[in-house]
């Protein structure tokens, strides 16, 4: 069992940054691939980004690639999603998961990849 607790959000202009955290507990975080996904009022969840196992392996959704950057940190048992250039159609709220895999690129694109979700976190873009 993995328990995943987010933090960070809130409230932003276009333009702006944000950085969002999720700390795992419970079983080996190392052994768990971590994505990030993010649903709009109205809107199905949809694919941000993800980070295998190591962390050396990155995969992102095409509407954020070169704006958010995945990386976590794995001595405490944490992934983040760094925001940059945020715009109002990122506005939405945010979940952390994580998947018992090894595999790595599209796959993590996938929520049926994943086992357990955080509790989501709001983040509004205004313009």
């Known amino acids: 069992q993995v328990q995943l607790e987010q933090s960070g959000g809130g409230l932003v202009q276009a333009g702006g940054s944000l950085r969002l955290s999720c700390a795992a507990s419970g079983r080996t975080f190392s052994i768990y691939a971590m994505g990030w996904f993010r649903q709009a009022p109205g809107k199905e969840r949809e694919f941000v980004a993800a980070?295998?196992?190591?962390?050396?392996?990155?995969f992102y959704a095409d509407s954020v690639k070169g704006r958010f950057t995945i990386s976590r940190d794995n001595a405490k048992n944490t992934v983040f999603l760094q925001m940059n250039s945020l715009k109002p159609k990122d506005t939405a709220v945010y979940y952390c998961?994580?998947?018992?895999?090894?595999?790595?690129?599209?796959?993590?694109?996938?929520?049926?990849?994943?086992?357990?979700w955080g509790q989501g976190t709001q983040v509004t873009v205004s313009s």
């Open positions: 998961a994580a998947g018992y895999t090894s595999y790595s690129g599209s796959y993590l694109s996938q929520m049926s990849t994943y086992d357990y």
């Open positions: 980070i295998g196992r190591s962390g050396a392996s990155t």
